[in-house]
């Protein structure tokens, strides 16, 4: 479930714990989490509503001056079961943290490499993992599109390539495109120094 710049902010202020989506299956559950790049959001409730069911209470605390505003987004894309999600910020990213640690002493550097080959030995196209970190070494915030053609590969594929990187602490997301964690940095540096 991808949320707006300015509906996670409004989460992170409590403004907002509610947020409408049209899905033929759910992409959130009740009980589960959501990464996002505030924090982790705690999903509360995930409820199938009616359009009659909304009301401008609703709407606000979905971030919507009202519940036509609302409906009149929703229904860009009509396709698909009206759900409600209560959610709220339920603490920080762990990844965040582990992003920022840096000074990698050789266990460390050993560990990452022994995740990295179990990625690159489980790939159907063979090794990836180091052309990708170099690749987002020197292209910071360059669209995965384009990053993605640069290796010959297909977008989601690719970005599905790149969130394993992040799950270890490698890169981060930006704006647009990605660039490495100081972590990530570290690494590469240490692999560098060994050959």
Not at 65 to 90: F, I, K, S, W
Not at 100 to 106: G, R, S, T, V
Not at 159 to 171: A, F, Q
Not at 181 to 191: F, I, T, V, Y
Request: with cysteine; charged share 35%; glycine share 8%.
């Amino acid at each position: 479930m991808l949320l707006k710049r300015a509906t996670l902010e409004g989460i992170a202020e409590g403004r907002i714990t509610l947020a409408f989506r049209r899905w033929k299956r759910p992409t959130v559950r009740a009980g589960g989490e959501l990464r996002t790049s505030i924090g982790v959001l705690a999903i509360d409730a995930v409820d199938r509503v009616g359009e009659g069911d909304i009301t401008d209470i609703d709407a606000r605390a979905a971030g919507y001056p009202d519940r036509d505003a609302l409906l009149a987004e929703l229904n860009r894309r009509p396709e698909g079961d009206l759900c409600r999600v209560a959610l709220h910020l339920a603490g920080d990213d762990p990844r965040a943290a582990l992003r920022e640690q840096d000074a990698l002493d050789d266990e460390a550097v050993a560990a990452i490499a022994a995740r990295l080959d179990r990625f690159d030995r489980s790939s159907r196209r063979g090794p990836w993992t180091e052309a990708v970190l170099r690749l987002i070494a020197d292209s910071p915030g360059t669209r995965a599109p384009d990053l993605a053609a640069s290796l010959g590969r297909e977008t989601q594929p690719f970005k599905r390539d790149v969130r394993k990187l992040k799950e270890l602490g490698l890169t981060e997301s930006l704006e647009i495109g990605y660039r490495l964690s100081p972590r990530g940095r570290a690494w590469l540096a240490a692999r560098d120094s060994e050959g």
